[in-house]
């Protein structure tokens, strides 16, 4: 398991639209600095509007083509039809199609949801966690899921998160449209990214996902209905809590450039 002559990066997450709002600035850092970057997306089938959108929003990253497993949103069930709700998928199966992506890419740091499933606890972002934990111990072993391709390991997992010190904000707004919000102790973020430089093209990857800026719930609808002066400290630090463990041999990369 040589590792890659170019930094690498690849990005799990359950929903179109969590790439641009939980980790834009970071993707966009890497890409800018020469890494190949990547994203997988659990839920929505590629013939819907929001895998247009996810296309338009990995653009704008540098983020490659969308990588989309196809599962059904738990809450939206023509997200994928004839396709089971990720929820309800085997862990086993959802594991297999994200070490797939790992084999493929092999990327260096992998990164995806925390255990809260981030700040509404969603069970897509739930499970893709869990599964996106057991793809990254199961993607080095040569005998698990053989047939997903030759073994690679990451150098490091991480999870986006977000602290209770920073929370207080978009826990207010989200309580107006009747989300509640699950944040971490401060301690356990081990990286807290400014991204500052890449900030406009977040914001435009965010926007990119148009269906969901137009409604009144979603987080980038809330966040577009704020000026800049309010909306930017709310997008300008990414927040990761390392999951991976402190024995692994070799180099470790850091999420910051």
């Known amino acids: 398991m040589d590792q890659p002559s170019r930094p690498s990066l690849l990005a ?13 600035g970071v993707l966009a850092q890497h890409a800018a600095a020469g890494a190949d970057t990547a994203v997988v997306t659990a839920t929505w089938a590629s013939v819907t509007h929001r895998a ?3 296309a338009d929003a990995l653009a704008v990253l540098g983020a490659g083509e969308p ?26 199966e959802l594991t297999e ?23 509404t606890g969603h069970p897509d972002h739930v499970r893709t966690h869990q599964a996106t934990l057991l793809a990254f111990h199961a993607a080095g072993l040569e005998h698990r899921y053989p047939d997903a391709g ?7 997992l991480y999870a986006a998160t977000h602290p209770h010190s920073r929370a207080g904000t978009l826990s207010a707004l989200m309580k107006r449209v009747g989300k509640t919000t699950l944040s971490v102790p401060d301690e356990q973020v081990t990286a807290a990214v400014d991204v500052g430089s890449h900030l406009d093209q977040k914001w435009r990857a965010i926007l990119a996902h148009r269906s ?12 577009s209905r704020l000026a800049p002066v309010d909306r930017e400290p709310l997008i300008r630090t990414e927040y990761f809590t390392r999951l991976s463990p ?12």
């Not at 196809?70 to 990720?86: K, M, N």
């Open 150 to 156: 030759p073994p690679w390991r990451p150098q490091a």
């Open 97 to 119: 199609a994200i070490v797939s992506h790992i084999r493929a890419v092999r990327p260096q740091i992998l990164i995806t949801h925390d255990a809260y499933g981030q700040l």
């Open 212 to 223: 969901q800026v137009s409604r009144e719930r979603p987080l980038p609808g809330i966040l």
């Open 12 to 24: 799990v997450f359950g929903h179109p639209d969590d790439e641009a709002l939980l980790a834009g």
């Open 246 to 257: 402190d024995h692994m041999p070799g180099t470790r990369p850091n999420l910051v450039i």
């Open 52 to 54: 247009a959108e996810l």
């Open 67 to 92: 990588r989309m497993l196809g599962y059904a949103d738990a809450r939206v069930p023509e997200s994928a039809p004839a396709r089971p709700r990720l929820c309800d998928t085997p862990i086993d």
